[in-house]
C-alpha cells in the first residue's frame, strides 16, 4: 500500500513539473516574441519621413553672412541657388531642416555687411527675372508675398531678452533713370516695409515722408522719408509656426498675421511712394553686433505673385 502511495505522488509530482515547465518555455515564447516586435517599433521610430520645403527658389538669390573672395557678402542667384544645399559655403547659413521640411536661415555678426548697414543677414531678395535685379515692380503693379514660418532659435542680449530680427521686407529701388536724376552711385531706395521678429511678436515699421508737398526729385532722396512710429501684433508667436502675408496694390499696403489679424497702410505715404520700383525680401535679418549672438528662422513655405 505503502508502496503505491509513493508511485501516485511521484506521478502527480512528474505532472506538476510538466505542466510548469510547458507555462514557463510558453511565457518564455511570449516574451521573446514581445521584445522582437518592440525592437521593430523602436526601429520604426527612429527612421523619420525626410519632408522637404515647399519653396521655389528659381526667382530668389541670396546673400550670406559670409565675404567673398573680394571681401563683399556672398551671393548666390539661380539657377546655382537652386543647389545650395551642395553649396560648401551656404551649407552654415542657408540649409535644409528635412525632419520639419524647412529651410532655416542662421545669421550672426561677422565682417561681411552689405552697403548701408552695420548688419549681417541670411536673406533672400527677389529677381523677377532670374539673375537680374533691374527689373522689378511697382505698388501699381501689385504683388504679393506669403510665408508660412517660425523662429528657430535666438539668443539673449544682456537683459535676458530675445535679439530681433527682420523676417520680411519690400525694398525700394531708384531706376537707372532716377538714380542719374540725383547723382547717386547706386539704386539703392528706402526700405517701404520691414516685418521684425521682436522679442515673440510680429512689428512692422514702414515709412512717411517728411515734407507731403515734396517734388518728384526730392522724394527720389533718401532723407525725405522718416520712420514710423510702428505696429505690434497683439497676438505673440513666440517660436510657433505662422503665416505672414503681404499685400500691395496702387497706394495701399496690407499686412496679415495667421489670416486673422490685419494692418492696413492706405494713405497718401502710400501714394506717394508709388514713383519707386520695389522687391521682396525674406529670410534673417539680424540685428544684432553682440559678440555670440545669432539666431535662426525656419521658412516653411514662400510664395510670390505679381
Known sequence: MKKIRKEIISIILLSFLSVNAVCLAQESSVSESDIKVE?????????????????????????????????KPYEIEPPEILGFASIKMAQPYMY???????????????????????????ELREQMEPGNNNVNWTFKDGAN???????????????????????????????????????????NAPPILKIYWDK??????????????????????????????????????????????????????????????????????????GIFENYFKAGNYFQSRDEGSFSKVRFYKLEVSH
Open 200 to 273: 515673440g511678436k510680429i512689428r512692422i515699421k514702414t515709412k512717411v515722408l517728411k515734407d507731403l508737398n515734396a517734388t518728384y526729385e526730392e522724394l527720389l532722396h533718401e532723407d525725405a522719408w522718416g520712420n514710423d512710429d510702428g505696429f505690434n501684433f497683439e497676438q505673440e508667436v513666440g517660436f510657433r509656426k505662422f503665416t505672414l502675408e503681404v499685400k500691395v496694390s496702387d497706394g495701399k499696403m496690407v499686412v496679415i498675421l495667421n489670416n486673422n489679424e490685419f494692418k492696413v497702410y492706405e494713405n497718401i505715404h502710400m501714394k506717394k511712394w
Open 39 to 71: 525592437k521593430k517599433s523602436k526601429k520604426k521610430k527612429k527612421k523619420h519621413k525626410v519632408k522637404l520645403p515647399n519653396i521655389d527658389l528659381s526667382h530668389w538669390k541670396v546673400t550670406l553672412p559670409v565675404a567673398n573672395e573680394k571681401g
Open 145 to 187: 508675398m506669403k510665408g508660412e514660418l517660425a523662429m528657430d532659435a535666438s539668443s539673449r542680449d544682456d537683459e535676458g531678452k530675445y535679439h530681433r530680427t527682420i523676417i520680411m521686407q519690400i525694398h525700394g529701388r531708384l531706376t537707372n533713370e532716377q538714380r542719374d536724376l540725383i547723382g547717386e552711385d547706386d539704386n
Open 96 to 122: 535644409i531642416d528635412s525632419t520639419r521640411g524647412a529651410i532655416v536661415f542662421h545669421a550672426m555678426p561677422t565682417n561681411s555687411k552689405t552697403r548701408n548697414t552695420k548688419y549681417t543677414r541670411s
